[in-house]
T-cell receptor, first 114, second 116 residues
């Protein structure tokens, strides 16, 4: 079945450091891929998405490229800020999945120190 | 624009008591609706999803049930809470129809449930 494997955390970085959070997936068909962010005590917000191979999603300085050959969708940011501290979830939908259902990774806690 | 409302934000309930969490969506018709649970230190687990009024699918057999009495209302219930029901519950919606199968879901702010 469809699944997402996400880098285990927690990840602790200093401000302005480079961030990579790895995500790989298993899916039938042609899924869409997403990164969601969850700030403390809040629900999930969509950070970025990509709907087909080689697409690059980007938002707020974060980027991720849909790599079908490596079944990956790694999240990157060149210079993190304290305000980026949150939990990040990789997810997929579509392909062989139940209509509209999202499959999530376990989440990666990011803490950025000033 | 579409909005999703979920309440209450926090809830403390004794073991054996009933539960009712409500979620409503505005600004869209016939959405797909979902209940997820996020246990401490774990990822998100899909509990229930619904593609229409009265149509509920359960992903994980457990102490909870869901109902969809109206098009844009989704309710999560339990007759008797267990300690293991504690967690962060998230309601979400996505647009209907097979042409939007690869679309994202939009989440409510969540309910923090503590069973004591």
């Amino acid at each position: 079945g469809d699944s997402v494997t996400q880098m285990e955390g927690p990840v602790t970085l200093s401000e302005e450091a480079f961030l990579t959070i790895n995500c790989t997936y298993t899916a039938t068909g042609y899924p869409s891929l997403f990164w969601y962010v969850q700030y403390p005590g809040e629900g999930l917000q969509l950070l970025l998405k990509a709907t087909k191979a080689d697409d690059k999603g980007s938002n707020k300085g974060f980027e991720a490229t849909y790599r079908k050959e490596t079944t990956s969708f790694h999240l990157e940011k060149g210079s993190v800020q304290v305000s980026d501290s949150a939990v990040y979830f990789c997810a997929l939908s579509g392909g062989g999945s139940t209509l509209g259902r999202l499959y999530f990774g376990r989440g990666t806690q990011l803490t950025v120190w000033p | 624009s579409q909005t999703i409302h979920q309440w209450p934000a926090t809830l403390v309930q004794p073991v054996g008591s009933p539960l009712s969490l409500e979620c409503t969506v505005e600004g869209t018709s016939n959405p797909n609706l979902y209940w997820y649970r996020q246990a401490a230190g774990r990822g998100l687990q899909l509990l229930f999803y619904s593609v229409g009024i009265g149509q509920i699918s359960s992903e994980v057999p457990q102490n909870l049930s869901a109902s969809r009495p109206q098009d844009r209302q989704f309710i999560l219930s339990s007759k008797k809470l267990l300690l293991s029901d504690s967690g962060f519950y998230l309601c979400a919606w996505s647009p209907p129809g097979p042409s939007r199968a690869n679309t994202e879901a939009f989440f409510g702010q969540g309910t923090r449930l503590t069973v004591v």
